[in-house]
């Protein structure tokens, strides 16, 4: 029965690679479906050689691959099996996982060169369902064929059936596909056969591998412990109980390996690279859905890539099309689901309702209302059976998981359920960040005595960090509150998180949160509330967008409202605002006549921030209307003004105050040709702004010392300050990244120093 297993596997495996469902065999051989069933479940004897032939004709196997199927079928029947063809034959046009492969050789040699026994440190290969784990196994016995001269044998542990075979059981198919004798077998009797199992297994040079692991329980038997042989141990579960092994995760593929996949599939031909790009996106990049995908289009001819692309663009129906003959994405998916707990399946499903990529302990907490141990708990299962994956600290839901979660929700939990359970996790997201970005105004600062967070928040460091990292959950929290009609929420979160969007400049997304704080105090009928957040609305365009005429635009409407509620202070940001937009495309005398009028409004209002602002605003101007040495001075007194004022001035504005002075000062110094004097102000402003995290600021200040170190001569470290620049992470000021990349491209061509 095991070698008709065996015989079985192959069947199957070649079935799969021919994209034909198992009806379509049937029709193509003439060879019943129920009996081609049987046969791949190693349920009925293996058919004579005529019933081969005509499987393989259906298969349109090659000559190799026709002898292969015929060659098993004879060693099934009782002609011995060569070792060879133990191991099912793989896929031909396997794509990317070098790192993986490079490793499992790795592993390999470096046992083989230190004389270590292989067989005493087997490697557990884990990873989601649909990854692509088997399949990485297959192609790896194949790429280490030479190195295993007593063969390759796959044992199906079967791990996700309702009830996989015992330990005792694949012991016993192991010995039978290595033709120990049933003689043998019989004298050991069942007490014996592990002792003898692993005797067998040190005696061959030998690569094994257990695919499909359910648990340690069932792999742990079946681990020989010596011998020159290698072990491999594929599962969807970490199986983090076994000790001594050699760990490899794996996941979706990258992007352009993911479009290789697919183009190998179906041919470079069949589509545009933008449209085959497009749908192994939609698949999440993902081997299965890859392949689903694959084979739906290699089988229907009459389909444009394009046409599946907008079939797969709708996320309802996603998890229906990647569907080809009897192979489901869905059903690889609800095998793992369907062995988890209780609450491990609830915490699934809730997981469908988070808005961003990952999530948090504290997250899923809030989410589920459970303490924060038992959260952790319950997230480390899905960890472990391959469902979620991590990134750092963080919880990572793969796209298509997360879509059959959703399935899972409509079809598990009420409405009601699934509606409160989002809603406590949007009120504390909204609630956290606005405890969290307080470190950053004005007369707030640290969290209230008697706040009872589960985040940790005791400095501006910690909740700015929080505020990045769970950025996109709590902006969908901020989305659902405007729908909900929430609009003194959305206003206040907004109100709360001013100041932190200068540590943050680059993220993409203020001018959205402050676009709908705008309208949320229009519709509460809050004049100088929406006063501010038009003011913020205009900085968005200004600093973040770029676009100077909208954010002109933007501030005028801001002081017009400003002056209908009769917000002095409003009225000063809106003059300040239309002052920076003005000089930036050149009007410096209207720019003068703004900032002057923003100065004395902010003086009479005793607003010392904003005063201070304009004052940077002076230096910037004086340099753009060709007064270097003067934009030079007023930094200078600038400076002094803040460092004595430490007692109103808040520490983390005055520090960005200083990065912009610093920087001005800098550039100012390079219109001089004072070199030395501008890479001392650009270095002091990156240290600044690396220092407190504000990584815009951090990029800007690392392009203009590369420039100027550039126009100095001093190469080497031209090149260093333009590498720190590229290696800014999130945050970064997209344009200066891509000045610096340039400038370094050009310095890697000439070795001249760039134009500037």
Known sequence: MARATLFGALLRQQRLEAGLTIEGLAEASGVSARGIGNLERGERTVPQRRTVAALAAGLELDEAASERLLSAARAARGGGLAHALAMPRGIDDFVGR????????????????????????????????GSGKSTLALHAARELADRFPDGQLMVDLRGTDDVPPSAEESM???????????????KSGAQA???????????????????NARDETQVRPLLPGSGAGMVIVTSRRVLTGLENVHRLSIGELSPDEAAALLTSVVGADRGAPEELREVAGRCGHL??????????????????????????????????????????????FDLSYRQLT?????????????????????????????????????????VEVGLLGMDGDRYRLHDLLRLFARTRLRAEETAEDAAAARRALHRWLLETATVAGRWYEPAFGAPPADWRGTVDLSSADRAGQWLRTEAANWLGALRAAAINGEHTTVVEVAESLHWFSDQFIFWGHWTEVFSTAALSARCIGDLSAEATQLNYHAWTFIVCEGDTRAGRSKAAEALETAERA????????????????????????LAIEHNDR????????????????????QCMILLRTGQAQEAVDEAARTLDFVDGAAGFIESHI?????????????????????????????????????????????????????????????????????????????GADPQQTELARIRLSRLDADGAPAER
């Open 287 to 332: 081997p299965l859905a890859l392949r689903v995908a694959g084979n739906w289009l290699a089988t229907r001819t009459g389909w444009s890539v394009r046409r599946l692309a907008d079939r797969l663009a709708l996320e309802e129906q996603r998890l229906n099309a990647l569907t080809a003959g009897d192979v489901r994405v869905s059903a690889a």
């Open 193 to 211: 056969r592990p002792e003898l199992y692993r005797r067998v297994l040190a005696e061959r040079r030998l690569l094994l591998v257990l695919d």
């Open 342 to 382: 209780p609450a491990a399946s609830r915490m699934f499903r809730l997981l469908a309702l988070v808005d961003g990529p990952n999530l948090s302990t504290a997250c899923a907490a809030a989410l589920t209302g459970w303490d924060m141990l038992h959260a952790e708990d319950i997230l480390d299962e899905l």
């Open 98 to 129: 070098v790192d993986e492969l490079a490793l499992l050789g790795q592993f390999a040699d470096d046992a083989a060169r230190s004389g270590q026994d292989l067989a005493a440190r087997p490697v557990v290969v884990s990873g989601p369902p």
């Open 566 to 589: 009769g917000d002095l202070t409003q009225q000063a940001w809106a003059h300040f605002y239309m002052a920076w937009a003005d000089h930036v495309v050149g009007d410096h005398s």
């Open 598 to 617: 923003a100065a004395k409004m902010f003086k009479r209002a005793g607003e010392h921030h904003g005063l201070l602002q304009t004052m940077t605003s």
């Open 654 to 730: 005055a520090d960005f105050t200083r990065i912009g002075l610093h920087f001005t000062s800098g550039s100012a110094h390079m219109s001089l040709g004072q070199w030395d004097e501008a890479v001392n102000s650009l270095r002091i402003a990156t240290d600044i702004s690396c220092r407190t995290g504000n990584r815009g600021m951090e990029s800007r200040s690392l392009a203009q010392l590369g420039e100027a170190l550039l126009s100095a001569g001093r190469k080497t470290e031209a090149r260093d300050a333009l590498t720190r620049c590229l290696q800014v992470d999130s």
């Open 172 to 186: 016993l198919w192991v010995l039978k596909a290595l033709d120990v004798p049933d003689t043998a077998l019989a």
